[in-house]
């Protein structure tokens, strides 16, 4: 499963991005779609998901100033990503798991990964 993402780039300190993730369309069932985070010397973390059901999960960093939605397809997610700081400076990662055929095995996959920016 080739997730695509974009809309990274550099920024300015309370400033605003959005990324998109987009799966393919003929995915029998998505589970769950999320973006992860990686900085340099630091582990991956979990930035925040969203279920098939539309339950969100957010990492305790970005409560408050990050926002995951999904398109009306459910095979793209958004992160609106508000009052940047500088510590969320990261390649940040798609992720999604599910089913691309009913019967089958589960599949979990990762995007290539987005760098975001945040200094002054």
């Known amino acids: 499963v080739q997730l695509v993402e974009s809309g990274g780039g550099s920024v300015q300190p309370g400033e605003s991005l959005r990324l998109t993730c987009e799966a393919p369309?003929?995915?029998?069932?998505?589970?769950?779609m999320g973006w992860y985070r990686q900085a340099p010397g630091k582990q991956r973390e979990l930035v925040a998901q969203i279920t098939r059901g539309g339950n969100t999960n957010y990492g305790d960093s970005v409560k408050g100033r990050f926002t995951i939605s999904r398109g009306t397809a459910l095979d793209t997610v958004y992160l609106q990503m508000d009052n940047l700081r500088p510590e969320d400076t990261a390649v940040y990662f798609c992720n999604a798991g599910g089913y691309e055929q009913i019967p089958g095995p589960p599949f979990d996959a990762w995007g290539r990964g987005i760098q975001v920016t945040v200094s002054s």
């Open positions: 369309g003929n995915i029998a069932a998505l589970i769950a």
